[in-house]
Protein backbone atom coordinates (compact mmCIF):
# COMPACT_ATOMS: atom_id res chain seq x y z
CA UNK A 1 0.00 0.00 0.00
CA UNK A 2 1.41 3.12 -0.94
CA UNK A 3 0.96 6.14 1.04
CA UNK A 4 1.12 9.98 0.45
CA UNK A 5 0.63 13.20 2.02
CA UNK A 6 -2.75 12.77 2.87
CA UNK A 7 -3.18 9.34 3.93
CA UNK A 8 -0.46 8.95 6.06
CA UNK A 9 -0.59 5.41 7.75
CA UNK A 10 -4.08 3.19 8.83
CA UNK A 11 -4.12 2.85 12.33
CA UNK A 12 -4.76 -1.15 12.87
CA UNK A 13 -5.53 -1.83 16.55
CA UNK A 14 -8.79 -4.73 17.84
CA UNK A 15 -11.02 -2.11 17.40
CA UNK A 16 -10.46 -0.75 14.16
CA UNK A 17 -10.06 -4.12 12.86
CA UNK A 18 -13.41 -5.26 14.06
CA UNK A 19 -15.38 -2.44 12.17
CA UNK A 20 -13.81 -2.95 9.13
CA UNK A 21 -16.16 -5.87 9.15
CA UNK A 22 -18.71 -3.35 9.13
CA UNK A 23 -16.99 -1.27 6.39
CA UNK A 24 -15.66 1.23 8.59
CA UNK A 25 -11.75 2.19 8.16
CA UNK A 26 -9.74 4.58 10.73
CA UNK A 27 -6.87 6.34 9.35
CA UNK A 28 -3.63 8.51 10.51
CA UNK A 29 -4.04 12.08 8.27
CA UNK A 30 -2.76 14.71 7.87
CA UNK A 31 -3.20 17.23 10.52
CA UNK A 32 -4.63 20.28 7.64
CA UNK A 33 -6.26 17.37 5.72
CA UNK A 34 -10.31 18.08 5.61
CA UNK A 35 -13.06 15.66 5.22
CA UNK A 36 -13.72 16.18 1.25
CA UNK A 37 -10.07 15.98 0.88
CA UNK A 38 -9.61 12.33 2.30
CA UNK A 39 -12.98 10.92 0.89
CA UNK A 40 -11.26 12.01 -2.35
CA UNK A 41 -7.80 10.49 -1.75
CA UNK A 42 -9.46 7.50 -0.30
CA UNK A 43 -11.64 6.90 -3.79
CA UNK A 44 -8.02 7.98 -5.57
CA UNK A 45 -6.16 5.19 -3.30
CA UNK A 46 -8.70 2.56 -3.14
CA UNK A 47 -10.99 2.97 -5.48
CA UNK A 48 -14.08 2.89 -3.09
CA UNK A 49 -16.56 5.44 -2.23
CA UNK A 50 -16.49 6.89 1.14
CA UNK A 51 -19.97 7.52 2.40
CA UNK A 52 -19.06 9.76 5.31
CA UNK A 53 -15.50 10.77 7.02
CA UNK A 54 -15.61 11.72 10.42
CA UNK A 55 -12.04 13.15 11.77
CA UNK A 56 -10.47 14.26 15.57
CA UNK A 57 -7.86 16.01 16.61
CA UNK A 58 -5.36 14.35 19.88
CA UNK A 59 -3.53 16.19 21.49
CA UNK A 60 0.59 15.04 22.52
CA UNK A 61 1.04 13.99 25.63
CA UNK A 62 3.80 14.35 27.90
CA UNK A 63 6.37 11.93 27.99
CA UNK A 64 10.05 11.29 30.76
CA UNK A 65 12.46 9.95 29.45
CA UNK A 66 13.22 7.03 32.07
CA UNK A 67 17.31 7.45 32.33
CA UNK A 68 17.10 11.26 32.30
CA UNK A 69 14.20 13.30 34.08
CA UNK A 70 13.78 15.33 30.69
CA UNK A 71 10.09 15.80 29.83
CA UNK A 72 9.36 15.62 26.26
CA UNK A 73 5.57 16.41 24.78
CA UNK A 74 4.45 14.11 21.55
CA UNK A 75 3.18 15.80 18.42
CA UNK A 76 -0.54 16.14 18.10
CA UNK A 77 -2.38 14.36 15.45
CA UNK A 78 -5.30 13.81 13.41
CA UNK A 79 -7.31 10.69 13.20
CA UNK A 80 -9.50 9.86 10.34
CA UNK A 81 -12.75 7.08 10.51
CA UNK A 82 -13.98 6.72 7.07
CA UNK A 83 -17.45 4.54 6.13
CA UNK A 84 -17.27 2.99 2.80
CA UNK A 85 -20.63 2.30 0.87
CA UNK A 86 -22.26 -0.88 1.43
CA UNK A 87 -20.10 -3.85 0.06
CA UNK A 88 -16.97 -2.20 -0.25
CA UNK A 89 -14.00 -2.99 1.03
CA UNK A 90 -10.62 -1.97 1.44
CA UNK A 91 -7.53 -4.29 1.85
CA UNK A 92 -5.88 -3.12 4.80
CA UNK A 93 -3.16 -6.00 5.38
CA UNK A 94 -2.30 -6.44 1.17
CA UNK A 95 -0.39 -9.77 -0.11
CA UNK A 96 3.32 -9.71 -1.31
Known amino acids: MKLNSI ?3 PIITEKSFDMSSQGVYV ?20 GVDAVQVRT ?6 QKRMVASRIRVKTAKWKKA ?3 LKKG ?4 V ?3 E
Not at 27 to 43: L, P, Q, R
Not at 56 to 61: A, C, D, E, H, L
Open 88 to 91: QTID
Open 7 to 9: ILK
Open 93 to 95: FPK
Open 27 to 46: FKVNMKATKYSIADEVKRMF
Open 81 to 83: IVK
Open 56 to 61: GIFPGK
